[in-house]
């Protein structure tokens, strides 16, 4: 069965840094994509980045280039997003998603992780 | 930049009614690059249509997917109480390589 997990919510202060991850199991991690997407509260899904972790060939949003790093272990099947310095306005949740095989849609999705940022 | 945009922001139907959603994009888009999504609160997203018209897997067949260039719609034939959530596109392109619609809401009328 093909899993996503993700690391628990997490509360830091404005300029803490940050590293999320993103845990797949079921499959063969290197030869899928691993995408993530924030969901601020309240608000819809963006895209924040890509990740093939056989490579670590790395995509970002153009909105979030220089604002976030994403990065692949494989030999421990996961996944990361990190943060040098958070603002208020990370405040989200991020999800991990597998990007199918045959076409570019995400099929399999991890249960997200709440980050809070607050002084 | 291709901009994606959903209509209408919320629809309220009751159920065993039939369900239009329509997905507008900027741009030409690709129909093998056009997704559809659910979420249900609390719940991350799920995929429901992939190539514009194909189901994913275990998706029922009431759902279904159409449209080619710049207008896509995602079908429910008869909805069902578990049906109601927030309904999303997807496409995948150059920059930026994945965008969203900001969702369409399809509440109990």
């Known amino acids: 069965e093909v899993q996503l997990v993700q690391s628990g919510a997490e509360v830091k202060k404005p300029g803490e840094s940050l590293k999320i991850s993103c845990k797949g199991s079921g499959y063969s991690f290197t030869s899928y994509w691993i995408g993530w997407v924030r969901q601020m509260p309240g608000k819809g899904l963006e895209w924040v980045g890509i990740i093939y972790p056989g490579d670590s060939d790395t995509r970002y949003s153009p909105s979030f280039q220089g604002q976030v790093t994403i990065s692949a272990d494989k030999s421990i099947s996961t996944a990361y997003l990190q943060w040098s310095s958070l603002k208020a306005s990370d405040t989200a949740m991020y999800y991990c998603?597998?990007?199918?095989?045959?076409?570019?849609?995400?099929?399999?999705w991890g249960q997200g992780t709440l980050v809070t940022v607050s002084s | 930049e291709i901009v994606l945009t959903q209509s209408p922001g919320t629809l309220s139907l009751s159920p065993g009614e039939r369900a239009t959603l329509s997905c507008r994009a900027s741009?030409?888009?690709?129909?093998?690059?056009l997704a559809w999504y659910q979420q249900k609160p609390g719940q991350a997203p799920r995929l429901l249509i992939y190539?514009?018209?194909s189901r994913a897997t275990g998706i029922p067949d009431r759902f279904s997917g159409s449209g080619s260039g710049t207008d896509f719609t995602l079908t429910i034939s008869r909805l069902e109480p578990e049906d109601f959530a927030v309904y999303y596109c997807?496409?995948?392109?150059?920059?930026?390589?994945?965008?969203f619609g900001q969702g369409t809401k399809l509440e109990i009328k």
């Open positions: 190539g514009a018209s």
């Open positions: 998603a597998r990007r199918c095989g045959g076409n570019p849609s995400f099929d399999y």
């Open positions: 741009q030409s888009v690709s129909s093998s690059y």
């Open positions: 997807q496409q995948y392109g150059t920059s930026p390589l994945y965008s």
